[in-house]
C-alpha cells in the first residue's frame, strides 16, 4: 500500500557529505513516522534516525549525532538524510521506513529497497 524508493547513495572519500532522499507514496505522508536505517556488510539492520509526523521531533543513535540530519517535507512526500563528515564506518545499505508510531527499532511497517552507501578512506 505503501511504497518508498531511496536515492542518492554512492561513493564518497571520508570527510564529506552524501543526501539521501527517501519519496513515499500510496498513504498519507503526514501520519507516518519516517526512519533510517542502515545495514553495514555482515551485520544487522540498524537503527539511524527518526523524526515525527510534523518534523518538530527528531532522534539519532549517537554514532551520528552532531553529523547526520534528517528531515522531511510533507508537501512533497519526502524524507532526507543529510550526512556531514562521513567516516568508513558509515559504510550501508541505507533504508527509508514508515511507520504509525515512533520507533527506533526495526519492526517499521514499511521499508524500501536501500541505497548503497560506500565511504573510502
Known amino acids: 500500500q505503501v511504497q518508498l524508493v531511496e536515492s542518492g547513495g554512492g561513493l564518497v572519500q571520508a570527510g564529506n557529505s552524501l543526501r539521501l532522499s527517501c519519496a513515499a507514496s500510496?498513504?498519507?505522508?503526514?501520519?507516518?513516522?519516517m526512519g533510517w536505517f542502515r545495514q553495514p556488510p555482515g551485520k544487522e539492520r540498524e537503527f539511524v534516525a527518526a523524526i515525527s509526523r510534523t518534523g518538530a521531533s527528531t532522534f539519532y543513535t549517537d554514532s551520528v549525532q552532531g553529523r547526520f540530519t534528517i528531515s522531511r517535507d510533507n508537501a512533497k512526500n519526502t524524507v532526507s538524510l543529510q550526512m556531514n563528515s562521513l567516516k568508513p564506518e558509515d559504510t550501508a545499505v541505507y533504508y527509508c521506513?514508515?511507520?504509525?508510531?515512533?520507533?527506533?527499532?526495526?519492526?517499521?511497517?514499511?521499508w524500501g529497497q536501500g541505497t548503497q552507501v560506500t565511504v573510502s578512506s
Open positions: 500510496g498513504g498519507t505522508f503526514s501520519t507516518f513516522f
Open positions: 521506513a514508515a511507520n504509525l508510531a515512533y520507533s527506533n527499532t526495526a519492526n517499521y511497517r514499511y
